[in-house]
């Protein structure tokens, strides 16, 4: 991942500086902003459903695969036979852990 689209979803995630998607429109403008924020939206939405797998009594596992280093994590929710297969970058991980 490039280190300015990883330092810019870490900003977008800092509750006590936030980055205001307003202010920093030239920013979001570039290729790099724009995955970014992709990145952003997708680990945020995982991280709500991990919080609402937990609060409803569903599992979630994550599974480390050796040969590419890629992260599959799985949040499964009985109470509604639904179940999310999400596969991640070892630093979208951290990423997620940081949220």
């Known amino acids: 991942m490039d280190p300015f689209v990883r330092r810019l979803v870490q900003r977008m995630s ?4 936030p ?5 920093h429109f030239h920013t979001f403008e570039s290729p ?12 945020t939405a ?3 459903d991990m919080h609402d797998c937990q609060k409803f009594g569903g599992s979630c596992s ?3 695969h050796e040969a590419d280093g890629k992260v599959r994590v799985e949040i499964t929710l009985e109470r509604i036979r ?17 949220l």
Do not use: H, M, W, Y
């Open 14 to 17: 800092d509750p006590a500086r």
């Open 19 to 23: 980055l205001s998607r307003n202010k």
């Open 32 to 43: 790099e902003g724009r995955a970014a924020l992709k990145i952003f939206k997708r680990l």
């Open 46 to 48: 995982l991280k709500r």
């Open 62 to 64: 994550v599974q480390k």
């Open 82 to 98: 639904s179940r999310r297969t999400v596969t991640l970058e070892p630093v979208e991980l951290e990423l997620l852990e940081g």
